[in-house]
């Protein structure tokens, strides 16, 4: 699994449990949407327990629900993912339907952070997600226009981990578009990076910005692309340290794990482990939230 539902190519395997529960079902990145909700909680945007927990029955919805198209299709990619994904497609089925039945009860009635734009990116990301064939039963869709899928892959994360609030307009707004952008920033470097092992299986039609620059390209693009999450929580450090509170841990130690996302970054290659984006670069996603949490009991 990789954080931009890249095709997932890699030799067929056996799969342990762990694999199963955590990797294939989703629930890594669940966790990680789950926690990236809780943390932005704390930084923009009101959230409670319904918010936090929808967040990440919604990423376990949407990232099953690709799975289950490209396991439908004839000729599926020699992965061990996506052939057990086939071969267990009722229970994935059943897994996707009450996930994401319940994230849209559980988001029932809060505001869209977003307002009415919010229905633009809702829209964008059906049209993505929309199993279109084509004549030979390949998907087609909006995944398949060149450079597209990243960004849509990055606003929906950035939908997904701060776009309902709990909030109201009577009450007072703490939404900052500076953090939306910072989301969508941080999710877009890792769906980059996450491109760039599927860099020798992707078609050249797709023209991945991999595809497109290049390995070390990318891995600029994507590493520029970190500098506004660097800079956000060095500046809040900064305003607490000049208003006079002193160092908060709440804001270097993700600040820290800003960092070491830009060097597991600027280290991908293709011809790295497949645990490397399993788990390292997926991680990033659970690290920041997770050192956050821990700044907080210092």
């Not at 890594?28 to 930084?43: D, T, V, Y």
């Not at 078609?203 to 070390?216: K, M, S, W």
Request: hydrophobic share 55%; proline share 5%; net charge positive.
């Amino acid at each position: 699994m990789a954080l931009a539902a890249g095709t997932g190519h890699e030799k067929v395997e056996r799969p342990t449990v762990l694999r199963n529960v955590l990797l294939y079902s989703h629930f890594l990145l669940g966790l990680g949407a789950a926690a990236q909700r809780w943390w932005i909680g704390e930084l923009g945007p009101d959230t409670d327990r319904r918010g936090i927990l929808a967040a990440g029955l919604a990423a376990v919805a949407g990232y099953g629900y690709l799975r289950l198209v490209r396991a439908a299709e004839p000729d599926i990619i020699p992965s061990g993912h996506i052939h057990w994904v086939r071969r267990h497609r009722l229970g994935m089925l059943g897994l996707v339907g009450i996930c994401g039945l319940a994230a849209v009860v559980l988001c029932w009635g809060q505001t869209l952070v977003f307002g009415p734009w919010s229905l633009v990116v809702v829209a964008l990301l059906g049209l993505y997600l929309l199993p279109l064939q084509g004549t030979e039963g390949r998907s087609i869709g909006l995944r398949e226009i060149p450079g597209l899928k990243v960004i849509l892959v990055a606003a929906g994360w950035t939908f997904v981990t701060m776009g309902v609030t709990t909030s109201t307009p009577a009450e007072e707004f703490r939404f900052d578009g500076w953090i939306a952008a910072v989301q969508f920033c941080f999710f877009l470097a890792l769906a980059i990076a996450t491109d760039i092992g599927d860099l020798k299986y992707d078609r050249p039609a797709l023209r991945t910005i991999p595809q497109v620059f290049g390995i070390r390209g990318a891995k600029v693009f994507a590493v520029i692309l970190m500098i506004p999450v660097i800079w956000y929580y060095f500046i809040s450090q900064a305003l607490v340290v000049v208003a006079g509170s002193g160092m908060r841990a709440m804001f270097v130690l993700p600040l820290i794990g800003a960092v070491i996302t830009v060097v597991a970054i600027a280290l991908v290659q293709v011809c790295r482990p497949k645990w490397y984006f399993e788990i390292l670069l997926d991680g990033m996603v659970l690290l920041i939230p997770l050192l956050g949490w821990l700044g907080q009991q210092v």
